[in-house]
């Protein structure tokens, strides 16, 4: 297994022992939902957000972790991938498929720290009365991420979208 796909299942360990650590101390009812100011308009119960939280984390490992799994095995006709006939030929086939694990990976790793640090910020709002989140930090927290992912889609078609120099087309 690679170094980003490590990391990333050492983020799911680290999110799920941050829901059990703050869990015991949240109220029977959590603000979940918060309005543009940081005002909370949304609510669940303990439970419910347990099993939400859990649930996130549960789809979020199937898309970065299930899918990067099966890629390998799937045939190459069926894969979205610039220029796949290139990548994809069994002279690159196994590089090309171990970059676009780690890429995923990585793109795993920035949600997930993304969900523990928005989690993390639900959590101490609800600790506080009223609930509140700072706006400014939720904007920032979500700029950030896209920030992150228009980088890493100019370096996943800088890898892919163009043929490696010297090669014909």
């Given at each position: 297994?690679?170094?980003?796909?490590r990391?990333?299942l050492?983020?799911?360990v680290?999110?799920?022992?941050?829901?059990a650590w703050?869990?015991?101390?949240?109220?029977?009812?959590?603000?979940?939902?918060?309005?543009?100011?940081?005002?909370?308009?949304?609510w669940?119960s303990?439970s419910?957000?347990l099993?939400f939280?859990?649930?996130?984390?549960?789809?979020?490992?199937?898309?970065?972790?299930?899918?990067?799994t099966?890629i390998?095995?799937?045939?190459?006709?069926?894969?979205?991938l610039?220029n796949k006939?290139?990548?994809l030929?069994?002279e690159?086939?196994?590089?090309?498929?171990?970059?676009?694990?780690?890429r995923?990976?990585?793109?795993?790793?920035a949600?997930?720290?993304?969900m523990?640090?928005v989690?993390?910020?639900?959590?101490?709002?609800?600790?506080?009365r009223?609930?509140?989140?700072p706006?400014?930090?939720?904007f920032?927290?979500i700029?950030?991420?896209l920030?992150?992912?228009?980088?890493?889609?100019?370096?996943f078609?800088r890898r892919?979208?163009?043929?490696?120099?010297?090669q014909?087309?």
């Amino acid at each position: 297994m690679t170094h980003p796909r490590r990391i990333l299942l050492l983020l799911y360990v680290i999110a799920v022992v941050q829901i059990a650590w703050y869990f015991p101390h949240m109220p029977a009812v959590l603000a979940t939902h918060y309005d543009g100011a940081g005002e909370p308009n949304g609510w669940m119960s303990r439970s419910f957000a347990l099993g939400f939280h859990l649930m996130l984390l549960g789809v979020t490992a199937a898309a970065f972790i299930g899918i990067p799994t099966i890629i390998g095995r799937v045939a190459p006709r069926r894969l979205n991938l610039p220029n796949k006939e290139f990548w994809l030929a069994p002279e690159r086939r196994d590089a090309s498929i171990l970059s676009l694990k780690n890429r995923m990976a990585v793109l795993g790793c920035a949600a997930v720290v993304l969900m523990m640090i928005v989690t993390g910020m639900n959590f101490h709002a609800n600790l506080e009365r009223p609930a509140r989140i700072p706006a400014p930090a939720i904007f920032g927290c979500i700029g950030g991420f896209l920030a992150f992912m228009a980088g890493w889609m100019i370096s996943f078609y800088r890898r892919f979208g163009r043929r490696a120099a010297g090669q014909r087309t």
